[in-house]
Nanobody
Framework: QGQLMQSGGGSVQAGGSLTLSCASSGYMDRSYCLGWSRQAPGKEREEVAAIDGDGKIIYADSVKGRFTISKDNAKNTLALQMNNLKPEDTAMYYC???????????????????WGQGTQVTVSS
């Protein structure tokens, strides 16, 4: 079993940028989907972005054009670059992994099997 160890996050003013990283050893091969989810207080967990083993990427409509998910196989790292942040982006962010059969789409936010420890992102107006 691999490990998901998050870093990054913090506080920023609206319009600013942050980068989240997730050391994802054990989950970088093509049989895994990697993703980022977030959960704000009182709200359901939302999948922000995901990348499957073939490199297909999906984004939530709320972050399209502002967030970029990427994976670096050489460094065993998943990243989320967040630009033009808004107060509504404030949440606890989690990286996650799940094994998926070939040709299957990435799971929904709550269906990932393996999770990072979470990191807080706070955007002030």
């Amino acid at each position: 079993q691999g490990q998901l160890m998050q870093s990054g996050g913090g506080s920023v003013q609206a319009g600013g940028s942050l980068t989240l990283s997730c050391a994802s050893s054990g989950y970088m091969d093509r049989s895994y989907c990697l993703g980022w989810s977030r959960q704000a207080p009182g709200k359901e967990r939302e999948e922000v972005a995901a990348i499957d083993g073939d490199g297909k990427i999906i984004y939530a409509d709320s972050v399209k054009g502002r967030f970029t998910i990427s994976k670096d196989n050489a460094k065993n790292t998943l990243a989320l670059q967040m630009n033009n942040l808004k107060p509504e982006d404030t949440a606890m962010y989690y990286c996650a992994a799940d094994s998926i059969p070939a040709g299957r789409a990435c799971p929904a936010a709550d269906e990932f099997a393996y999770w990072g420890q979470g990191t807080q992102v706070t955007v002030s107006s």
